[in-house]
């Protein structure tokens, strides 16, 4: 089975700083990893599919990079409808699996 | 508008069941691959299974293979998960969900989720 492992875990940061969340395969997934956003009692939300594609309505300081086993999100300018808690999913695989999430904090 | 919405969760006893139901509407249900993820209290988002369009190559993970059944109704455009020999690791939010704009299998469409709680 595919496992991913995020880090940070957790993340403290200021509105307006630029922020790395890292996702690593234990196996080649290629691009197929995706990033969601979750808030407290809502469904997650996708942000990024193939590893670096934006999806839709989703805005531009949101980036994602990587191939093969290392991947990273990047936040350019933090806002303050940011601090939510993020996974990478990755579905090289047909048994889907998550990271464990990075929660990103107000500092 | 593209949605699915979820149903059936619930209060069930360790060792009970119970079925889950997702209904789609504003897509062609027939043509798409679905999948159920769900998420402990306070924890992270686990896949759980997911089926194809056709409703004939079910998948589950290795913590409900075994336990839970994935099926479909293509002409009711419905989902379904059934639970057997639950336990209290099966509490979870459960949600429904498909790659529909995206097409690649990533998931662009969430449910708002059913709660299933195994309690005594």
């Known amino acids: 089975d595919f496992q991913m492992t995020q880090s940070p875990s957790t993340l403290s940061a200021s509105v307006g700083d630029r922020v790395t969340i890292t996702c690593r395969a234990s196996?080649?997934?290629?691009?197929?990893l995706a990033w969601y956003q979750q808030k407290p009692g809502k469904a997650p939300k996708l942000l990024i599919y193939?590893?670096?594609n934006l999806e839709s309505g989703v805005p531009s300081r949101f980036s994602g990079s990587g191939s093969g086993t290392d991947f990273t999100l990047t936040i350019s300018s933090l806002q303050p409808d940011d601090f939510a808690t993020y996974y990478c999913?990755?579905?090289?695989?047909?048994?889907?699996?998550f990271g464990q999430g990075t929660k990103l904090e107000i500092k | 508008e593209v949605q699915v919405l979820e149903s059936g969760g619930g209060l069930v006893q360790p060792g009970g069941s119970l079925r889950l139901s997702c209904t789609a509407s504003?897509?062609?249900?027939?043509?798409?691959?679905l999948s159920w993820v769900r998420q402990p209290p306070g924890k992270g988002l686990e896949w759980v299974s997911a089926?194809?369009?056709?409703?004939?190559?079910?998948f589950y993970a290795n913590s409900v293979r075994g336990r839970f059944a994935v099926s479909r109704d293509n002409s009711k455009s419905t989902l379904y998960l059934q639970m057997d020999s639950l336990r209290a690791a099966d509490t979870a939010v459960y949600y429904c969900?498909?790659?529909?704009?995206?097409?690649?299998?990533?998931?662009?469409?969430w449910g708002q989720g059913t709660v299933v709680t195994v309690s005594s």
């Open positions: 504003g897509f062609a249900f027939r043509n798409y691959a």
């Open positions: 969900v498909t790659s529909y704009a995206t097409g690649d299998g990533s998931f662009d469409v």
């Open positions: 196996q080649n997934i290629d691009i197929y």
């Open positions: 089926l194809n369009d056709r409703g004939n190559s079910p």
């Open positions: 193939k590893a670096s």
């Open positions: 999913q990755q579905y090289n695989s047909i048994l889907r699996t």
